[in-house]
């Protein structure tokens, strides 16, 4: 996501985290997961979401509408 929208460095490694810990709730410890962290997720992924569109808007605005 760096690489190809731009997406800041630390947003990249906290959804890499929370994408290993979903792997591992997924498996080994179902409900391991606590409600700041999804609180947190959300935040995370609206970030992402913003920042896909800006990209968008900026390089192919024909695909925002």
Do not use: C
Not at 40 to 53: G, M
Request: no cysteine; glycine share 2%; aromatic share 6%.
């Amino acid at each position: 996501m760096e690489h190809t929208v731009g997406a800041d460095a630390a947003l990249v490694r906290k959804f890499d985290a929370f994408r290993r810990k979903r792997n591992r709730v997924s498996y080994d410890a179902p409900a391991a997961v606590s409600e700041p962290e999804v609180t947190e997720i959300l935040a995370l992924a609206r970030q992402l979401r913003r920042d896909v569109e800006a990209w968008l808007r900026a390089r192919h605005p024909a695909l925002i509408d």
